[in-house]
């Protein structure tokens, strides 16, 4: 079918069902809602069979919906209507919740129901949810969808038409320091991450909360800052203190913690923690390591994805320590992402932005030398959440790549005025030849795991419900002895015969870098200053409406 997705946003979910669908051998087309006049024309001139919403903040013209089929997802089980869905599930303490897809009409969410899957609540953020349970229900939901809908004698369920839920306001989230506790302040957190955030203030600095953690084992008074931690600030509660590791100043853009509260919080302790710990610990960490025998998974934890300087220098001593403790080191990446690269907010908050972007690229590089040179181990990658620009090529480094069904790589730089380091002209090339290399760093576009491997980009899938237990089960098929033994004296071998070309396709690639972050007039400040501060873009990018063109 000649499919339509009007979105507001090119956003994780709406990249996976774009590539999904492409999976499905759908033609498909892609518009930004810029206008109602605009949306208009672009159906008219697109004339598709199915005009589908999965990401969508504004309204939806009769005149498209009255003479195209048009769908909507909406994040919320049937009977569920209005903004703020996930918001107000989190709120209420609600165990399970769901997503539909539902036929637009003139009710707000109150369309015929073509899919709904449900799913049972996680306590985390909203952000995370949304990246996580939200998405992987509307990929299973679109599949029910395409079935459904190409059912002659497919009756749809009507939508129970219940009031529309509370549109939450800052007066709902806000922290009383005082009355709520760590568990209700948490909450209160999680239900506004990562947008709107709760609006406090914090030493005099009004500021807007993102990010939080629970800590055990300090106390303090409530509101007062007990500890910093890797960027991020510890407050005492009533009963407990809770770590904030994002805050976003007013007309801001969100940024760590103590980067924000920089000139406030001098004399505040640093509580310092080991570079890896291993055990899960209610407190504020980065990086964690789970070891079962000779295998170690290492998570890193860094917030959306980016890497400062010194969380890749981070991360660049843990594999360097750690591969003295393993046969076996497994890349696990975050929560919510593997990696997505260099850190574009802590960028543009610098005042020294082409010596600190320099720096950021050489301490990420130093990163993936550090998979490359783990020659007496085998390294695996685990993509079991998206990953973007140099985070994808950091997991390539590695000898063996898994991912999970339907995640999203967007293995490219372009679109933010870079050419890209992480010595990704070695590994790309290597793993899918250089034509598609060049084609997957020019066109931009996204990818999802069953189509990496169709080319050679990873080695093997695994579906969500059985991950963790193929992913043990990979590791520990790597660990035979015929075939580690043989594997580490190749893998010794190859490094020493690729060395001096892998030296110098990262010396190539900084040389193009250079200008890029040093020259004032280069087009990564000012991609760069749309893409922190979230600008709306004008039109569809180019290289979306290229998409069939």
Not at 445 to 455: E, G
């Amino acid at each position: 079918m000649k499919i339509l997705l009007l979105i507001s946003s090119f956003n994780s979910l709406s990249q996976s069902i774009y590539c999904k669908l492409q999976e499905l051998e759908h033609k498909v087309f892609i518009k930004f809602a810029i206008s109602k006049e605009l949306m208009i024309k672009e159906v008219e001139n697109i004339k598709p069979d199915i005009l589908f919403c999965p990401y969508l903040k504004e309204y939806i013209p009769k005149e498209i919906y009255e003479s195209t089929p048009t769908f909507v997802l909406h994040p919320g089980p049937i009977g569920d209507r209005g903004h703020n869905s996930l918001d107000n599930a989190i709120n209420d303490e609600l165990k399970e919740w769901g997503v539909v897809i539902l036929k637009a009409n003139e009710h707000l969410d109150g369309g015929e129901i073509y899919a709904q899957v449900t799913f049972p609540m996680r306590e985390s953020s909203k952000a995370s949810l949304y990246r996580n349970e939200i998405t992987r229900a509307t990929i299973k939901a679109m599949k029910e969808f395409l079935k459904n809908y190409q059912k002659q004698d497919y009756i749809p369920t009507k939508q129970i038409l219940n009031s529309i839920h509370k549109n939450l306001k800052q007066n709902d989230r806000k922290i009383d320091w005082q009355k709520d506790d760590t568990k209700k302040i948490l909450k209160k957190i999680n239900m506004s991450d990562s947008y709107p955030g709760v609006l406090d203030e914090l030493l005099g600095v009004k500021c807007y909360l993102y990010s939080a953690y629970i800590e055990d084992t300090l106390k303090g008074k409530p509101k007062e800052i007990l500890a910093k931690r890797d960027g991020a600030i510890c407050i005492g509660t009533i009963d407990k203190a809770i770590w904030i590791s994002q805050i976003r100043e007013i007309d801001s853009f969100k940024l760590p913690a103590t980067y924000v509260l920089k000139n406030k919080i001098k004399g505040i302790q640093e509580k310092r923690i080991p570079l890896v710990i291993e055990e899960e610990l209610n407190t504020f960490y980065e990086l964690r390591v789970n070891k079962e025998g000779e295998i170690a998974y290492l998570y890193f934890n860094f917030h959306n994805g980016a890497m400062t300087s010194v969380q890749c220098v981070k991360l660049k001593y843990a594999i360097e320590y750690l591969k003295n403790e393993c046969k076996i080191l497994v890349l696990m990446g975050g929560d919510d992402f593997f990696s997505n690269g260099i850190h574009l907010n802590i960028l543009e908050d610098s005042k020294k932005q082409g010596e600190d972007g320099w720096s950021n690229i050489n301490a990420m590089n130093e990163a993936v030398k550090a998979v490359f040179e783990c020659d007496d181990i085998i390294t695996v990658a685990s993509f079991a959440k998206n990953s973007g620009a140099g985070g994808v090529f950091l997991g390539l480094a590695c000898d063996f790549v898994v991912a999970l069904e339907d995640v999203v790589f967007n293995p490219h730089y372009k679109t933010l005025g870079l050419s890209g380091s992480e010595y990704h002209t070695f590994s790309l090339p290597k793993r899918v030849g250089q034509e598609k290399a060049n084609d997957l760093l020019k066109n931009c576009l996204p990818i999802n795991s069953n189509y990496a491997k169709k080319i050679n980009m990873i080695d093997e899938v695994f579906k969500s419900s059985e991950y963790q237990n193929r992913l043990k089960e990979y590791c520990k098929s790597l660990l035979e002895d015929d075939f580690y033994e043989y594997f580490i004296d190749k893998k010794k071998d190859v490094l020493e015969e690729d060395s001096v070309y892998m030296q110098e396709c990262k010396e190539q690639e900084l040389k193009i870098m250079y200008d890029e972050f040093w020259d004032e007039s280069s087009s990564f400040h000012s991609l760069r200053y749309d893409f922190v501060h979230k600008i709306k873009p004008i039109n569809t990018p180019k290289r979306l409406k290229d998409i069939n063109a």
